[in-house]
């Protein structure tokens, strides 16, 4: 998405850090995933528009949704 297409510009309103699984932690594991969603008026992320672009593993997608 090009900022230049938005009303506004985004800013952050809170930011979570997810928990990294624990399995992945164990076993010395790093990871990288990419996500696509759309943010509503109001600052959300409509769960419904959201989607795994590239994971290393399937378990940190389930740790960022």
Do not use: C, H, W, Y
């Amino acid at each position: 998405m090009d900022v230049r297409l938005v009303d506004k510009p985004p800013r952050v309103l809170r930011s979570e850090n997810p928990r990294f699984p624990e399995a992945l932690r164990s076993r010395g594991q790093n990871g990288r995933i990419v996500v696509q969603f759309v943010v509503d008026t109001l600052g959300r992320a409509e769960m419904s528009e959201f989607t795994v672009v590239d994971a290393t593993d399937a378990q940190l997608a389930d740790a960022v949704r």
